[in-house]
């Protein structure tokens, strides 16, 4: 009997996100893994970095680093981190710019090579990132995921912990619409033990706190000064591949693809996904309230206006 090969996931980006996550995916045993890199050595290096502690903490899973992207054949899940971080001086349009043009040839590549994998795209702007591979790929929405809502959602969970000293395996936070300033925490739908934090809460405390998710990956660069957030982030896009990967059925907040949901067509946007191992398995449709449906909608207006600026910068991605 021929031994069952290991699911493979590739990672496109050797940065702190992309390494980072690599390391929980083969320390945790969940499937080999593919590093990509166009910076020569840097994936190889920081893979056999990898695979050396394998011994002490011992894994046997596989990581390769490579700057070839036909090493990516056979993924079922390709995770996109590679990108420019917004420097000072420039101007998003700049920044749409430069990543839009890196996420086309990616993008390409992904439809050449994996063309049957789940894609997790993470590079911001991520909403808008994900819209133009989606478009240049051609795939479903179902295998095109935004990660964002899992990560602000777990920043949320954690300041309500700080704040309340409640463990964290308490609370269930739930966050919607664009990975940026305009997020849209759910209030209702965010307990400690089953309680809403509407009513756990001060709605002083509980203001800040959303001010703060919002501004969650601010705080970390302004307190390290040269870097962004990387264990978290990690940490989102695992609990994402796993649920995949083992057809979990996990609801994760993400951004996928609207077509109708909550009012809201023709936009990537951060809403409830029950994820498997087709990627997006069915979106779950919340009765928000007027005002956190007001919010969600000006949140994917924004989106929607980068998606203009794309259609004008990019106007031959391909899908109609």
Do not use: C
Not at 295 to 318: K, M, N, V
């Amino acid at each position: 009997m021929r031994p069952r090969k290991r699911r493979k996931v590739s990672i496109v980006g050797a940065g702190n996100v992309g390494a980072t996550t690599a390391q929980k995916i083969v320390e945790n045993g969940l499937a080999d893994v593919v590093i990509l890199d166009v910076r020569e050595g840097m994936a190889q290096g920081k893979a056999l970095d990898i695979l050396e502690s394998g011994p002490l903490l011992g894994f046997d899973t596989r990581i390769v680093g490579s700057g070839n992207y036909e090493t990516i054949e056979g993924s079922s899940v390709v995770v996109v981190t590679a990108g420019f971080s917004r420097k000072p001086g420039m101007s998003r349009e700049d920044l749409l710019h430069k990543n839009g043009d890196i996420m086309i040839e990616v993008a390409e590549k992904i439809r050449k090579h994996a063309p049957d994998s789940v894609v997790i795209m993470v590079t911001n702007p991520m909403d808008l990132m994900a819209y133009i591979l989606w478009k240049v790929t051609g795939f479903p929405r179902e295998r095109v995921i935004g990660m964002g809502g899992a990560l602000d959602s777990s920043r949320f969970a954690y300041f309500v912990s700080e704040v309340t000293n409640t463990s964290v395996s308490n609370i269930q936070t739930m966050v919607m619409g664009g990975h940026g300033d305009d997020m849209v925490p759910l209030l209702e739908f965010s307990t400690i033990a089953g309680v809403s934090l509407k009513k756990a809460l001060d709605p002083e405390v509980l203001q800040n706190l959303v001010a703060r998710t919002r501004d969650g990956g601010g705080e970390i660069v302004r307190l390290m000064k040269d870097s962004s957030a990387y264990f978290a982030p990690a940490a989102a896009i695992y609990s994402m591949i796993e649920s995949i990967l083992h057809d979990r059925h996990r609801v994760i907040p993400s951004s996928v693809y609207l077509e109708g949901e909550y009012g809201v067509k023709g936009v990537f946007s951060g809403v409830p996904v029950q994820i498997g191992n087709i990627g997006l398995e069915k979106i779950v449709l919340l009765p928000l309230s007027t005002e956190e449906e007001e919010a969600f909608h000006r949140s994917t207006e924004s989106i929607r206006q980068g998606i203009r600026t794309i259609d004008r910068l990019f106007p031959d991605l391909g899908r109609s």
